[in-house]
């Protein structure tokens, strides 16, 4: 019997190693990895780079307290800011703290500038921020709050794509919108570019803060660093985790020089946030994932994958509805329930992850090699095949 609490449903497998975009099981068999940790795992796994920067920094100081200086950290926040919109980092360790401290720095910024009553924070319905309380009523979703006591107040959200009622809830009381630029628990659905800017000119209308949530979409994993970036806007506010730590528990949220006023001493911390070894590895990873050779490669592979997927999709009209995603954050979404083919993928020796609206999300490490994917590819046509 298992002394873990019935919080997950675990498929019955188990791994007693990584290697590159590989995963070898207890059960002997060998698995390709496009789950990755869900987006985790950017660069595979036992990457020498990241194993060396562990490594090294394990015979020097484990963790220090955010009460002294921290320069592993300083120089990872240096380097986040150079390479985007931000001005400013706070470390976390997981997605959830992350865009929590999110909401915090929005709502700490209104009350900073004498607009406490500013602390709404209007976000898409059944979106994905985390499991923490502020989080999943930030979301709204039956599922994820039911049983969890009364509603958190200071939450409102709308259904994806109805920009009617966006602008009609917000109010005097709306201090942010919050958004992922591209869903990806909610079924990889994606912002268009021209909605981005759109939203960037309502929130600098109505004179309020965005935050554009890339936990998952970050880092590197839509083929831009930020997913954002194609529409050339500037939020206020990023959280990030999952892809910037490689497998280390990293989280933070970025943030511009304005939003960031509000953020004096004693209004966040964290003991675990931005440890030496955490920052080490998020070094690591940010060198080799920020690259413009890395991203590029990212962009090719992806164009080349999801033609490919397309042409699946013509071959087996029946089973596919639509290739959805961009870079290495793909869906396929199929016409009915996608439990079974998930599971039939696996048996091919093809890790993959639901999501909603019946898609099944592929999320191939960023450094993968066209053969690995060329080996998904055939797997998922021997798959439809069998279910066509
Ligand atoms: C995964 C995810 C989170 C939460 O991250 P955790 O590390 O699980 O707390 C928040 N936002 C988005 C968009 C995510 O995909």
């Known amino acids: 019997m298992s002394y873990l609490a019935k919080n997950y449903n675990r498929k019955n497998i188990a791994f007693k190693y990584g290697k590159g975009s590989y995963l070898y099981a207890t059960n002997g068999k060998k698995y390709l990895d496009f789950v990755s940790g869900?987006?985790?795992?950017?660069?595979g796994h036992s990457h020498p780079k990241l194993i060396n920067a562990l490594k090294k920094q394990s015979k020097k100081i484990w963790h220090i307290s955010n009460a002294f200086q921290i320069p592993e950290g300083e120089k990872l926040a240096k380097k986040l800011c150079k390479k985007t919109f931000a001005d400013y980092v706070i470390f976390q360790n997981s997605g959830a703290e992350a865009t929590e401290a999110a909401i915090k720095v929005a709502r700490r910024y209104f009350y900073s500038i004498g607009k406490p009553h500013k602390y709404e924070i209007l976000c898409v319905k059944n979106s994905f921020h985390g499991r923490t309380i502020a989080a999943i009523f930030a979301s709204g979703s039956k599922k994820m709050t039911e049983g969890f006591g009364p509603k958190l107040p200071g939450f409102t959200t709308f259904v994806f794509g109805d920009h009617k009622a966006l602008k009609k809830k917000i109010n005097k009381k709306t201090a942010a919108i919050m958004v992922e630029p591209i869903m990806g628990?909610?079924?990889?659905?994606?912002?268009p570019v021209w909605c981005l800017q759109e939203l960037r000119k309502l929130c600098n209308k109505k004179k309020i803060l965005l935050i554009l949530d890339e936990v998952q979409c970050g880092i590197s994993r839509s083929g831009d660093f930020f997913a954002f970036e194609k529409s050339k806007i500037?939020?206020?506010?990023?959280?990030i985790a999952k892809g910037i730590g490689g497998g280390f528990p990293i989280g933070a949220v970025l943030m511009n020089k304005k939003v960031a006023s509000g953020m004096i001493p004693g209004t966040h911390g964290s003991t675990f946030g931005g440890n030496p070894l955490a920052m080490v590895v998020g070094n690591a990873v940010m060198d080799v994932v920020s690259s413009k050779r890395f991203?590029?490669?990212?962009k090719t592979l992806s164009k080349?994958?999801?033609?490919?997927?397309n042409n699946l999709k013509d071959k087996y009209p029946k089973i596919i509805k639509e290739i959805r995603g961009r870079g290495l954050l793909i869906g396929i979404q199929l016409k009915k329930d996608q439990t079974k083919f998930i599971e039939k993928l696996m048996d091919n020796g093809l890790l993959t992850i639901r999501a909603g609206e019946n898609v099944i999300r592929i999320l191939p490490p960023l450094n993968v090699k066209k053969k690995?994917?060329?080996l998904a590819l055939k797997i998922i046509n021997q798959v439809c095949k069998k279910f066509n």
């Open 38 to 43: 869900i987006a985790v795992n950017s660069l």
């Open 304 to 309: 080349y994958f999801l033609s490919s997927l």
């Open 295 to 298: 991203l590029k490669n990212v």
């Open 234 to 239: 500037k939020p206020d506010i990023v959280p």
């Open 185 to 191: 628990e909610g079924g990889i659905k994606e912002i």
């Open 372 to 374: 690995e994917l060329d």
